[in-house]
């Protein structure tokens, strides 16, 4: 059997270390965990034959470029590495050119960023006091949607916040409401993250308040709708979240 261990910033230290000291095929990690096993022996990464970086672009953002390259580094050179994103910036490329040999560029899809096609989106112009209103009515609708038992398809939506304050807020003023909802973002502790998203995964809640630290990576089947109650910094983080639906054919809104 193939044996796999995730390690990561969050979670049990000393579990992770038990489990990675049992031998493991695969490790998945993020850099700072993974550094941290490294630089204490209890992971050597030179035997390592097959390193993905999975959006590496984010990671870049986030200030881990010192931690991605000491891996790099450390893994032995006659690897095969893979970078995924789907955007491809220049701090990327750079990466790529400098830590891969021949690096060769395999696309899916268009070259241009795009939002996923099977995904209708919609804009509604207003002005930020009617935003919660809005917000609210769209939260109605679905809860009535989902009460319906003739509607064998169950709506969820992730909705969006620029800040990890207004995604707090707002999760507790649906709770008062008696509206059952989760919300994830980074100052949450892990245990609770994965709370949140064990709870929109099996349907115990609907509705998932979320920064932009769910945008990426987090893959919930039956999302049905993607509400931005603040809009994206940018294009690319506005082509991250309307991904989170629209996942394996389907096709939902996004708003």
């Given at each position: 059997?193939?044996?796999?261990?995730?390690?990561?910033?969050?979670?049990?230290?000393?579990?992770?270390?038990?489990?990675?000291?049992?031998?493991?095929?695969?490790?998945?990690?993020?850099p700072g965990r993974l550094n941290d096993l490294c630089m204490n022996k209890h992971i050597d990464l030179s035997s390592v034959s097959y390193l993905v970086l999975d959006e590496a672009d984010r990671m870049l953002d986030m200030g881990f470029e010192p931690q991605i390259k000491k891996i790099l580094l450390d893994v032995r050179p006659n690897r095969h590495t893979v970078m995924m994103s789907a955007t491809w910036p220049q701090t990327v490329r750079r990466l790529a050119v400098t830590y891969m040999e021949n690096p060769m560029q395999v696309y899916v899809g268009t070259l241009n960023l795009a939002a996923v096609h099977s995904v209708s989106q919609q804009?509604?112009?207003?002005?930020?006091?009617?935003?919660?209103?809005?917000?609210?009515?769209?939260?109605?609708?679905?809860?009535?949607?989902?009460s319906d038992e003739r509607n064998e398809q169950k709506q969820k939506v992730i909705i969006f916040c620029g800040k990890k304050a207004l995604t707090d807020d707002l999760a507790s003023d649906c709770v008062l409401k008696g509206i059952d909802c989760q919300s994830i973002h980074g100052d949450r502790d892990q245990h609770d993250r994965e709370q949140a998203l064990e709870d929109i995964k099996s349907g115990a809640v609907d509705i998932l308040f979320a920064t932009d630290v769910a945008s990426r990576g987090l893959d919930i089947e039956d999302i049905t709708h993607i509400f931005n109650f603040d809009f994206p910094r940018n294009v690319e983080e506005y082509v991250h979240r309307v991904g989170r639906t629209g996942r394996a054919g389907y096709s939902w809104r996004a708003n």
């Open positions: 059997d193939i044996k796999c261990v995730c390690i990561y910033g969050g979670g049990d230290r000393a579990t992770q270390i038990n489990s990675v000291g049992k031998g493991v095929e695969i490790v998945i990690a993020t804009i509604i112009l207003t002005t930020a006091e009617d935003k919660r209103d809005i917000m609210y009515d769209f939260i109605d609708k679905m809860r009535k949607h989902n």
